[in-house]
């Protein structure tokens, strides 16, 4: 049996970092991981650019059932401190908007960067883990051999992307030393709709508009993205994370301008809502706004009349009540997970047992769209590698 004094399950973001950071501390490192190769997701992500990380990261940006848990890690290792590593690499980046940062180039120089800075750490790939013992020490029992070590870091990641290898494995650890696991779901995901209004936006797949999309107390200005299924796009993918199935999600159509202002304008009353419409939206987004709610011929004025509160409602408190997310084929992470309660917010260690960590996706801390899920898996795994 091979002895080492941290052994990572799990090759992704938060287990590379927590690896990079625990080598340069001196410790005998082993990272074993089920893929073939390490960092699979970090290569897919940002469509190949990797969006790794959110100058604007604060706790705020995350969803968690104890929001505060995650300051103590995101101020020991800050999106600027990661910076400083992309920059040693001479890594060229861009800022897409509000503080999210992707690869001029590839993701490739990402993963590359990790690797390189966690070279003395040793790597077992297609390495299945069948038990876990906790003696004095943890005994991993593997499909290519047992290993031990004084400390255990579980970075095994989430369910979402499947095809990549994401399993619920975990969670299951983390069941197994009586740690409460809040059930998994995925996040930034796109929306089924019910059937009356998938009646009306079916036809619509691949029209995209940008609207304002509000869900409890989050509001997000972004593109939508109409599927055969529903809604997807950047604002889908933001409000989904905030999402319950008896949510109702409320769209504004036309956010950059009043409604108001328009109907009182005698320039326009003689104007069918239509052909207004029209020149603000995508014409096949106002005929079905329009055949829904039975506006179709009617002017401008004949609507100020008898429709106001109903055109304004349509247009900019229009609701929308989702069926669901489409689920974990689609979602870019899984949101909730192992208890936050469980662990100790300055270094990741589970408070019940010595020497057991839990880091990255698997723990219910789960960041919006831009780059704040990487932000995450940097800072726990910097804090868990300081101290195992």
Same mark, same amino acid.
């Given at each position: 049996m091979s002895n080492y004094d941290v052994i990572i399950i799990g090759a992704g973001a938060a287990g590379l970092m927590c690896a990079r950071v625990a080598t340069a501390l001196g410790k005998n490192v082993l990272v074993i991981d089920h893929n073939e190769k390490p960092g699979r997701k970090i290569i897919i992500s940002g469509g190949g650019r990797c969006n790794f990380t959110n100058l604007n990261a604060t706790y705020e940006n995350y969803l968690c059932k104890n929001q505060h848990f995650v300051k103590s890690a995101l101020a020991q290792y800050t999106p600027y401190d990661f910076l400083d590593m992309v920059g040693k690499y001479k890594i060229k980046y861009f800022d897409k908007q509000y503080g999210a940062l992707f690869c001029q180039n590839s993701s490739q120089e990402i993963l590359n960067m990790l690797l390189q800075e966690c070279s003395k750490a040793k790597f077992q790939m297609n390495c299945k883990t069948s038990k876990i013992i906790k003696s004095d020490c943890f005994e991993v029992a593997t499909n290519l051999g047992n290993f031990k070590a004084n400390s255990l870091v579980v970075a095994t990641g989430g369910l979402s992307i499947a095809k990549l290898g994401a399993t619920g494995f975990g969670y299951d650890i983390a069941r197994q030393f009586n740690l409460k696991v809040i059930p998994p779901k995925p996040a930034l995901d796109g929306f089924k709709l019910n059937k009356d209004d998938l009646k009306y936006f079916y036809d619509l797949a691949g029209v995209s508009s940008n609207i304002l999309i509000s869900i409890k107390h989050k509001i997000y200005k972004e593109p939508i993205l109409f599927t055969h299924q529903g809604l997807s796009g950047p604002a889908s993918l933001k409000a989904s994370l905030y999402?319950?199935?008896?949510?109702?999600?409320?769209?504004?159509?036309?956010?950059?301008?009043?409604?108001?202002?328009?109907?009182?304008? =005698?320039?326009?009353?003689?104007?069918?809502? @239509?052909?207004?419409? $029209?020149?603000?939206?995508? #014409?096949?987004?106002?005929?079905?706004?329009i055949d829904k709610h039975n506006f179709k011929n009617l002017k401008l004025n004949e609507l100020k009349r008898k429709y106001f509160s109903d055109i304004?409602?349509?247009?900019?408190?229009?609701?929308?009540?989702p069926?669901?997310?489409?689920?974990?084929?689609?979602?870019?992470? =899984?949101?909730?997970?192992?208890?936050?309660? @469980?662990?100790?917010? $300055?270094?990741?260690?589970? #408070?019940?047992?010595?020497?057991?960590?839990?880091?990255?996706?698997?723990?219910?801390?789960?960041?919006?769209?831009g780059g704040y899920n990487f932000q995450w898996a940097w800072s726990s795994g910097y804090v868990a590698g300081l101290n195992v």
């Amino acid at each position: 049996m091979s002895n080492y004094d941290v052994i990572i399950i799990g090759a992704g973001a938060a287990g590379l970092m927590c690896a990079r950071v625990a080598t340069a501390l001196g410790k005998n490192v082993l990272v074993i991981d089920h893929n073939e190769k390490p960092g699979r997701k970090i290569i897919i992500s940002g469509g190949g650019r990797c969006n790794f990380t959110n100058l604007n990261a604060t706790y705020e940006n995350y969803l968690c059932k104890n929001q505060h848990f995650v300051k103590s890690a995101l101020a020991q290792y800050t999106p600027y401190d990661f910076l400083d590593m992309v920059g040693k690499y001479k890594i060229k980046y861009f800022d897409k908007q509000y503080g999210a940062l992707f690869c001029q180039n590839s993701s490739q120089e990402i993963l590359n960067m990790l690797l390189q800075e966690c070279s003395k750490a040793k790597f077992q790939m297609n390495c299945k883990t069948s038990k876990i013992i906790k003696s004095d020490c943890f005994e991993v029992a593997t499909n290519l051999g047992n290993f031990k070590a004084n400390s255990l870091v579980v970075a095994t990641g989430g369910l979402s992307i499947a095809k990549l290898g994401a399993t619920g494995f975990g969670y299951d650890i983390a069941r197994q030393f009586n740690l409460k696991v809040i059930p998994p779901k995925p996040a930034l995901d796109g929306f089924k709709l019910n059937k009356d209004d998938l009646k009306y936006f079916y036809d619509l797949a691949g029209v995209s508009s940008n609207i304002l999309i509000s869900i409890k107390h989050k509001i997000y200005k972004e593109p939508i993205l109409f599927t055969h299924q529903g809604l997807s796009g950047p604002a889908s993918l933001k409000a989904s994370l905030y999402f319950d199935e008896t949510d109702i999600i409320k769209i504004n159509w036309l956010p950059d301008f009043s409604l108001n202002d328009s109907f009182y304008d =005698t320039n326009n009353l003689n104007i069918k809502l @239509e052909n207004f419409l $029209n020149l603000h939206l995508p #014409k096949r987004l106002t005929a079905a706004l329009i055949d829904k709610h039975n506006f179709k011929n009617l002017k401008l004025n004949e609507l100020k009349r008898k429709y106001f509160s109903d055109i304004i409602n349509l247009l900019q408190n229009y609701e929308v009540k989702p069926v669901s997310t489409i689920g974990y084929q689609k979602a870019e992470v =899984t949101k909730f997970g192992v208890d936050t309660d @469980e662990l100790y917010s $300055n270094s990741m260690e589970v #408070k019940s047992v010595k020497g057991l960590y839990f880091i990255g996706e698997v723990v219910d801390v789960t960041g919006e769209l831009g780059g704040y899920n990487f932000q995450w898996a940097w800072s726990s795994g910097y804090v868990a590698g300081l101290n195992v």
